[in-house]
């Protein structure tokens, strides 16, 4: 399949790359000159490299006439770790995402996937489903979910199928530090304290190669409109940090309750994920057991990148 993929250089797009490198498909991977491929290293070389800005237009609807592809994996967003809830840069993802769309359907594409947010949802229920109630509350949840819509409208006009894969949490190699899990794993490697929160919040976390794979199993089926992407799984956040402690036999070093919790961090999210199973074969391969080993012995590697 020729397949186009967004957000290659991402955390999330360099474990697709991957996958699509793996299955054989012909794979054209945008990139903007001054992305940093760190996580692309081993395969950029494998890829077809594009070389643009996706809010470009103008530069950019050439491209896409001549690749004319059969798929589209839409992973590229403003993801700064502390900044992109609230960043304005959300509007800049969103138009770029709606113009994308509008260009493939009108280009022949038979299938647009592209990844949302649990943070669509209204997450008072704690258990969330594709049919909750969506009430985002921040930019770049509300920006997520306007493109879904608009692509689901668009996927009516056109013959163009349309999935929308909500990711719920995620962890694994190649993690920007400053989030929870790969903060505490360096933390400890280092014999350094590790201060998170009293951590008594409920999340769904799912190993990024089953996100990856999760993906794919979406766009490879005939799955539409939006589809729950976690483990299903809850699990709080101290006992996280608590299991990566006991792993790397240091629990001593874990800070519980050294910071405080965010202003609107909810409580309670995880994914009802029986549309997913049920819509394709897809089903995790890690556990979180061996899910935070795998991703601790990567972070004894590769410690000092990133």
């Known amino acids: 399949m020729k397949v186009l993929l967004t957000g290659a250089a991402g955390f999330i797009g360099s474990h697709v790359a991957r996958l699509l490198m793996r299955e054989g498909h012909e794979t054209y991977a945008i990139l903007r000159q001054n992305s940093n491929v760190w996580r692309l290293q081993d395969i950029v070389h494998k890829l077809t490299v594009v070389s643009c800005d996706l809010s470009d237009v103008k530069a950019l609807t050439p491209h896409l006439s001549r690749i004319k592809p059969d798929a589209c994996l839409h992973l590229a967003w403003y993801a700064e770790p502390g900044q992109y809830l609230h960043s ?108 998170i929160s009293p951590g008594d919040q409920v999340r769904d976390f799912l190993h990024v190669e089953d996100v990856a794979e999760a993906i794919w199993a979406v766009a490879s089926n005939d799955l ?44 309670f999210v995880c994914a009802d994920n029986r549309r997913l199973r049920e819509g394709t074969r897809w089903a995790p391969q890690y556990d979180l057991d061996e899910g935070l080993r795998q991703t601790i012995e990567w972070w004894r590697r590769h410690l000092r990148i990133g």
């Open 88 to 195: 304005v840069e959300n509007l800049n993802s969103l138009t770029a995402s709606l113009g994308l769309a509008s260009d493939l359907a009108r280009l022949g594409c038979l299938r647009f996937v592209a990844t949302g947010s649990c943070f669509e949802y209204d997450t008072t229920p704690g258990y969330l489903s594709e049919t909750s109630p969506t009430k985002p509350d921040s930019l770049y949840a509300a920006s997520k979910l306007a493109v879904e819509l608009v692509s689901e409208q668009l996927a009516k006009m056109t013959g163009m199928s349309v999935a929308w894969a909500r990711l719920f949490y995620q962890y694994g190699p190649f993690e920007d530090r400053r989030r929870l899990v790969p903060s505490v794993i360096s933390s400890l490697l280092r014999g350094e304290k590790a201060r």
């Open 224 to 267: 539409r409109g939006p589809v729950n992407v976690g483990s299903g799984e809850p699990v709080t956040v101290r006992a996280i940090a608590e299991r990566i402690g006991a792993i790397l036999g240091c629990p001593d070093l874990l800070d519980v309750g050294a910071l405080p919790y965010a202003p609107s961090d909810p409580m």
